[in-house]
């Protein structure tokens, strides 16, 4: 077995930490990285640990094995903790001061009675000793202690396992093979170790390295491994072949890729839609058939469309599947579409059947009422999202935990008369968790003809923000700032982006460094469409003879002073620059100010820097959040204080914003309110589902409050499948997969029957974002009522938008699309009427505005009319 040990100073890929997952065992040298991984990886997590007070509580928090060295173990063992969870190590301080020879025996005799496994440091030279065997074909001394190890059980968890740690040279292929065959395991650094694509000379292939160290070997003439494919809860779903190329394309991409003896490498259902995400690799006992265990999507594993090569699946995973199925498109009038269809009678049902479980006495009825409570419990699992593996998984990490609570019934339960506590039926239920790596990247799944009114409105809604509590948080800031100017700003910047700066505003001339050809020319480019758009918003002034002698004119004059918030913390963001700077150039705007928060060697951003310059900045305030907000709102001794503040930011940002725009003392607007950002896709089956998967991905990377929405209009299970896998495939690959693992598990999609459908609800949901993706989205333009900006066919991402097709990416959020618009020209000029009333024109209205002012009884209104009819 391949071991592979991460230190806390180890920085591998997401790529090759993702493979690095799949393998059974991966050991932490920092025991809270173990405690992190044992919550998204499927490889259990051994640490090590310096003391034996230390293993107790690392032990309660799911990390499987305790790493203790040899030393520290007391000579009755770790209180209260049984040999199944420690392990010891022989520390290369141990094997230099006694020598190789008596550790050995010392773990022979001593240390496997004591332990789950025994590590041994070794260097390379220790090594060749260790692995050496005698004159008589004696077998080595690494080989006879792993025999003794493996005579050994432990409880049910199986032999004791032997670990060589090479502490101070890196490891072979060849040295990986020789202690595999003394019946060893290998512990190797994740530095040493690399996909096997981007492997440098001084790293290990991770397939090869865990074929040798594994001890891999076929008894089949053409060399392929025998491969057993399980699903999440072992059930065997068929058996295939691999060799060293497949298995590396596996590591690689974290699929079901295997090797078919007509057609090569085979990469499954790749063209049928039935891939797999691959959960963990493992070798035998006997170290000749590998097992792949998976998640299977799609029809199934089997070319017959049925889940298991055996037939279909059978027993709880079978519940387990057709309540799933039955949660997206449950048949009208069917129980269990009315069980998801009605919370209370489902919390109802679970209380009866439980109870009627408790009350069964005989072997039979106990059977009975427990497949009737297990029904309930999985479509009330379902119903939240919740799987089979979810279930298994929290019970294995029960499981670890070595203190144990009393057990004892609440109250309310010993006391029947008492009332359950209520239930939360919400289907935008807050705690979503998110995908765990080698975990399908998925929505979750509606369809709009199961759903409620209650229920459709739910999916309407946006997350809740709590305004009172953003706003407690904000208001000393922007108090502070108010008080004290710069100084507040300055110290706000060192408090929260821990920057320490000597001043607060940057003035023009810019200063703009150097920037790389290629992205400098595609400011340009994006500066020149943006700018051609916003210009041809210009409207010409207004003139009407409302009535002879009555010309009412109306024309546009540019706000003075407007401030541009420019966003800065996990992206760089020179697009937003543009986007809030080209219009207030166009417009006029006499004083362009930009805030962003400043980079940590205090500097700005060089590509915001250069459009600062481009579209005629003034001054740059070097500061982000509140902070920023309040300094443009109401002026420091640096920072000009203006009349309309645009941008869009977090929740503090926003919260700022609109404290400054209902106090009359700052005397300033802003664009819009402003949530997290969005996008509603509608596709259809003329629909690619990799344009589509690429367009919800490009939302949901923004952060984890992204709101991505798909309708898909009248797709089939095979069709919505493909785009799921296009979801996480892609995902898979992005650097910001982090992100998108928490933000498309809170998305959804909602399956509807007609374009028309489709429409009606994202008009509902006025979205900020509106992707038409069929081969006649053009023709919908027209039904469109609610959006920030629409993207019409399968050529128009989202991205163009953002970026540089004209359009501006600044746009109303959380279902503001209803009454505002995004930025645009406008929003930088403010609208002046005038009339002018030749005598002629009074005569001929005169008596109207005074018959008005009598009834208003405004007599000097009346009077100033009056006294000029009478001078006519």
Known sequence: MLVPKIAPSAAPTPALQRAVGLLPVALFADPQQAVAASDCSHAAAWADVASVSDIRALLDTGVSIAVLPAAQLPADGCDGVDATRTALRYTAADIDAQGLRPVLEAAQTAGIQRAAAVVLELSSAQLADATACGAAGEASPLARLARAASAKLVGSTGPVRVLVDLHADGWTLDDLARVAAAGADAIIAVEQLALDADATPTQLPLAAAFVAASGLMSDRPDGLFTTVVVDEQHVCLGVVYSNAASIAAALGTGQGVYWSRKRGLWHKGLTSGATQTLLGVAVD????????????????????????????????????????????????????????????????????????LAAATDRAEVAFEAADLLYFAMVKCAAHGVTLADIERSLDRKHLKVTRRPGNAKPQFVDAASEAAPVRTSILSSDIRPALPGEQIRMRVFADGGLSASERAALLQRPLIDSAEIMRRVRPIVDAVRANGDAAVLELTEKFDRVRMQQVVLRAPFDVPALPAAVRAAIDQAYANVHAFHAAQLDPPTCVETMPGVKCSRFSRAIERVGLYVPGGSAVLPSSALMLGVPAQVAGCREIVLATPPRADGSIVPEVLYVAHKVGATAIVMAGGAQAIAAMAYGTESVPKVDKICGPGNQYVTAAKMLAQNDTAAMVAIDMPAGPSEVLVIADATSNPAYVASDLLSQAEHGPDSQVVLLAVGLDDAQLAAIEAQVHAQAERLPRVDIVRQSIPKSYCLRVATMADAMAFSNAYAPEHLILHNDRAAGYVDDVVNAGSVFVGPYSPESCGDYASGTNHTLPTYGFSRMYSGVNTATFLKHITSQELTREGLANIGQTVMTLAEVEELEAHRNAVAIRLRDM
């Not at 089997?302 to 995973?317: L, Q």
């Open 285 to 356: 006992c006997d170290s000749d058939v590998l097992s792949f265990r998976v998640r299977q999507d799609g029809a199934g594993f089997c070319h017959h469309s049925t889940r298991t090569c055996f037939g279909p699946a059978a027993g709880i995973s079978r519940l387990a599947q057709t309540v799933a199925e039955r949660r997206d498109s449950a048949p009208e009038g069917s129980y269990t579409k009315r069980l998801f269809d009605d919370a209370a009678l489902l919390r109802a049902k679970l209380l009866e059947e439980a109870s009627e």
